[in-house]
């Protein structure tokens, strides 16, 4: 079955595509308001990209789990359920790209906990986000025989991967200055430093979610080409 939009879609188209969108959104910020990172804040381009990204991974990883399923065994009894729960797990985190719902989870711990914030309750969000990944990793060890068959699948999640681990390191880093106050920069400069890793922070995530599209991708086209389980 095809899926419209996302047929000519291949890794190279995805990444040219993605480096032009973060060159535009740096090039409109600067012009707009003299700030290059103003596209890059929640609910800029770059967060609606984000989003959209998300949407495609869930949407592949459902036409996959559609070719995969076995009629001949319980839901839970077959390998294939993964990429259901890959589907599903990205809706949710499509939307929690738009709703900011790890951003109001950490405000929310910090009311009803009554923490006062310090630089390490400050960076509970990036904790959560770590859970989602680990939680990630962790099913697809459960199922791995599901990702065993195709090489391509693997590069592409292992770059993906790779990247979101990236990601995650330069959101807690640039999620206050402290840290860079630490290491003897004045508070100006931390700023100005803090903004740019925000900004490296918010292309890594994006170019994560195109490896993992392009992953998805390539297993769904190897699969419509030979949809039998594979052996």
């Not at 480096?19 to 929640?42: C, I, N």
């Not at 960076?123 to 391509?152: K, N, Q, V």
Request: glycine residues 8%; proline residues 3%; hydrophobic residues 50%.
């Amino acid at each position: 079955m095809k899926i419209p939009g996302l047929e000519a879609l291949t890794g190279r188209r995805l990444l040219v595509g993605t480096t032009l969108v973060l060159l535009v959104s740096l090039l409109l910020g600067q012009l707009a308001a003299g700030d290059p990172g103003l596209m890059f804040e929640e609910s800029g381009t770059v967060t609606l990209a984000s989003f959209f990204f998300l949407l495609a991974i869930a949407r592949v990883n459902g036409r996959i789990f559609t070719l995969r399923r076995s009629k001949a065994l319980p839901l839970w009894d077959d390998p294939a359920v993964i990429w259901a729960l890959i589907c599903l797990g990205f809706v949710f985190l499509a939307f929690d790209e738009v709703a900011e719902i790890h951003e109001r989870a950490d405000k929310w711990l910090h009311h009803i906990l009554r923490l006062q914030e310090t630089a390490l309750s400050d960076r509970i969000d990036d904790f959560i986000i770590a859970i989602y990944g680990m939680t990630g990793l962790a099913l697809i060890w459960r199922y791995r025989s599901e990702f065993a068959h195709s090489t391509r699948l693997r590069n592409w999640l292992g770059a993906g991967v790779g990247i979101t681990f990236l990601s995650v390191i330069l959101d807690m880093l640039g999620n206050r200055s402290d840290v860079l106050r630490a290491i003897g920069l004045s508070l100006q400069h931390a700023d100005t430093v803090q903004g740019w890793i925000d900004i490296v922070e918010e292309c890594c995530k994006l170019f994560a979610e195109v490896c993992l599209l392009s992953g998805f991708l390539c297993q769904w086209r190897d699969l419509r080409q030979k949809p039998a389980p594979l052996p």
